[in-house]
C-alpha cells in the first residue's frame, strides 16, 4: 500500500511563505500525476497545482504566480512552494497522486491521498 506523508503546514502572517512536502513510500510512482488539493470550511476540495512525470505543471488560476510545484523522482518528492500567501488560501492540503499522463486531475482520479496538512494564513 502507497503512503503519501505531507509535512510543512502551519500558521503565517498574510504576505508570508511556507513550503509543503510530500513524501511517497514507493518508487513507481515517479510514473504518476503528483498534485495539492486543497479544502477550506465549507467548499469544495479543489486541485491547486499538479506536476506530471515530464515536469507539465497546471496550476489553478488563483494561485498562479505566487505557487510552484516541483518533483523529486529520484526522492519520490513532491513539493509546493507558497509565496505571497493570503487569508484566502487558509486550507487543508492533500498531496495526492494519480496515474496517467495528463497533468490536471479531479479528485476522482486519485489512486493514493495523503493525510492532510493545515495552512492557516491570518490577515
Known amino acids: 500500500q502507497v503512503q503519501l506523508v505531507e509535512s510543512g503546514g502551519g500558521l503565517v502572517q498574510a504576505g508570508g511563505s511556507l513550503r509543503l512536502s510530500c513524501v511517497a513510500s514507493?518508487?513507481?510512482?515517479?510514473?504518476?500525476?503528483m498534485g495539492w488539493f486543497r479544502q477550506a470550511p465549507g467548499k469544495e476540495r479543489e486541485l491547486v497545482a499538479a506536476?506530471?512525470?515530464?515536469?507539465?505543471?497546471y496550476y489553478v488560476d488563483s494561485v498562479r504566480g505566487r505557487f510552484t510545484i516541483s518533483r523529486d523522482n529520484a526522492k519520490n518528492t513532491v513539493s509546493l512552494q507558497m509565496n505571497s500567501l493570503k487569508p484566502e488560501d487558509t486550507a487543508v492540503y492533500y498531496c495526492a497522486a494519480a496515474q496517467g499522463s495528463g497533468v490536471k486531475f479531479d479528485d476522482e482520479e486519485v489512486d493514493y491521498w495523503g493525510q492532510g496538512t493545515q495552512v492557516t494564513v491570518s490577515s
Open positions: 506536476i506530471n512525470w515530464s515536469g507539465g505543471r
Open positions: 514507493r518508487r513507481t510512482l515517479s510514473t504518476y500525476v
